[in-house]
């Protein structure tokens, strides 16, 4: 009856609301202690084994962080010189989630926010790991949010694809000490060397273009000098490797999800060659553009698995999502309203 | 005001009430409980139970409204679950008439066979309307969980329906 999306059937969802949500806000206060021991039962095990879980994950993670948040902010800095649109630009609003679908065919929950806050339909929704959905439905306390596991949900990705691994052979080959970098494991000590050219004068993954005629004591206006390259000072011709050559490649796909018991798949990469091959493990984040549902950079998850397909189709690949979705709590609804999903004039 | 209290006692207004009470109970305390990684569904057993409790027509009927206020809560389109609680209540109400003398036991196979049937016709419904994903093996474990644990509490539901859709003199 509404798959128009007519205005009298929102209203009556509206008025319905109005009359429901303090009769259900008070059913919930007063069965929350049965949920409460329901959950204690069901959840003791669980819950315990995930709060030493979490405890070092915070252990490991607290060093990381600091890191990472130094890296984004360069990188921000960085999108903001080049007048590219990053999410600190993007205002929100923080909800908490209130309730799940209670159908057993759809992946929905509810939140404690809605247009009050500035949240309309179709707005992306995140938590700390990633995204996590969209805005299907807002209220003025309340709204209504699609996770990326429903059939209905799809959204252009932009899969990362990771260089190769670099090869690491046992602890033979005499080196230079400043090449080496030595890494040990369970089992053995193995070198990991960084790979040398046969050609004089050219370092691979070097992103310098020289100056035929630059002066050795000039200072460079490019970026790092690695290795022991420095202009004018080799005997021969040097390579010019073009900057970038070594960065990460990216593909688009469109992420679709397949239901709460699947995993979500992107579609449509292409089987392109420079691409290259996929890896288990690359991460997949939201694309951006002017028709996508998300602003660009929104983490969504990993590769967890590969189907290759024969001929031009490219491989369908499934997707472990970054946030997990059964246990939401606190949740960030970006206040980024996608081209699609505005309501046209009348 | 006596106008207002005959519209108060028709049966349908009661079946509303009651029905907005067990709808929060659905959404908040058997949303979080999820025996097997199912959500029981006390609206549905509200639909079979009013089938059983007065028949096939005036079990569709309730089914309507049951499932149209489900609906209104729901993100899936407005009407298709109104549709699918209407025809299990009207099976409901159809099959316990042809059950000679029935049980309380008869009645909670009754209420548990169309519970279960009612979970398999939503994904089928939600299918033809152009929802993708939803028939698959899950929906065996949902109409199996749910149908077991509707045909449990029917015997105190079909009290309550038999009350709740019972005429004004009756009541009094």
């Known amino acids: ?346 | 005001m006596n106008r207002i209290l005959t519209i108060a006692q028709q049966p349908l207004t009661r079946l509303f009430l009651v029905a907005l009470i067990v709808l929060s109970f659905q959404t908040t305390i058997f949303n979080t409980m999820r025996p097997f990684g199912v959500c029981l569904q006390v609206m549905l057993l509200l639909s079979t139970s009013s089938g059983l409790a007065r028949g096939s027509e005036i079990g569709a009927i309730a089914g309507f409204i049951v499932g149209m206020m489900y609906d209104l809560v729901l993100s899936t389109p407005l009407g298709l679950g109104a549709v699918v609680f209407a025809l299990v209540g009207y099976l409901a109400g159809m099959t316990n008439s042809f059950v000679h003398q029935p049980t309380w036991w008869t009645k909670m196979l009754l209420a548990g066979a169309a519970s279960g049937l009612g979970m398999l016709f939503m994904p089928l419904a939600l299918t033809i309307v152009g929802r993708e994903g939803v028939m698959n093996r899950h929906i065996l474990v949902v109409a199996l969980v749910v149908g077991v644990t509707n045909a449990a509490a029917t015997v105190p539901a079909e009290r309550l329906c038999g009350w709740v859709l019972s005429e004004p003199s009756e009541v009094r």
């Not at chain 1, 303090?22 to 919930?28: D, L, Y």
């Not at chain 1, 449509?268 to 002017?290: D, L, M, T």
């Open chain 1, 1 to 346: 009856m509404d798959l128009r999306n007519s205005s009298s059937v929102s209203s009556a969802r509206r008025l319905f609301g109005a009359i429901f949500h303090p009769i259900e806000g008070v059913t919930r206060v007063v069965t929350t202690p049965i949920n409460n021991i329901w959950h204690g039962i069901t959840d003791y095990g669980d819950v315990s084994q995930d709060n030493k879980r979490l405890k070092d994950l915070i252990a490991r993670q607290e060093g990381a962080t600091i890191a990472n948040i130094a890296g984004v902010r360069e990188a921000q800095e960085l999108l903001a010189l080049n007048g590219l649109p990053t999410l600190a630009g993007i205002d929100s609003c923080t909800g908490q989630v209130v309730g799940q679908s209670p159908s057993n065919f759809s992946q929905t929950v509810e939140i404690n926010r809605g247009r009050r806050c500035g949240i309309r339909v179709g707005m992306p929704v995140l938590n700390a790991a990633g995204l996590i959905g969209k805005v299907t439905e807002s209220l003025d306390d309340r709204a209504v949010v699609m996770l990326i596991t429903d059939p209905a949900y799809s959204l252009s990705v932009k899969i990362v694809n990771q260089p190769p691994p670099k090869v690491t052979v046992p602890n033979k080959v005499p080196e230079s000490p400043e090449n080496q970098t030595t890494t040990t494991t369970s089992t053995t000590t193995t070198t990991t060397i960084a790979p040398k050219s046969m050609i004089p004068g050219f370092t691979p993954g070097v992103t310098i273009a020289t100056l035929p005629n630059a002066s050795p004591n000039a200072p460079s206006s490019e970026s790092t000098i690695a290795g022991d390259i420095r202009p004018g000072q080799g005997n021969v011709s040097q390579i010019t490797v073009p900057p970038g050559a070594n960065l990460p490649l990216r593909e688009t796909g469109a992420l679709e999800g397949r239901g709460l018991s699947r995993a979500p798949i992107v579609r449509f990469i292409e089987n392109q060659p420079r691409f290259g091959v996929v890896y288990i493990g690359s991460p997949i984040v939201s694309s951006g553009g002017a028709t996508s549902l998300a602003p660009p950079d929104i983490v969504v998850g990993t590769v967890s698995r590969i189907i290759s397909r024969t001929g031009t189709l490219g491989p369908l690949l499934e997707v472990k999502v970054a946030a997990n979705l059964e246990s939401l709590n606190f949740v960030r609804v970006l206040l980024y309203q996608p081209t699609t999903e505005r309501p046209s004039a009348p």
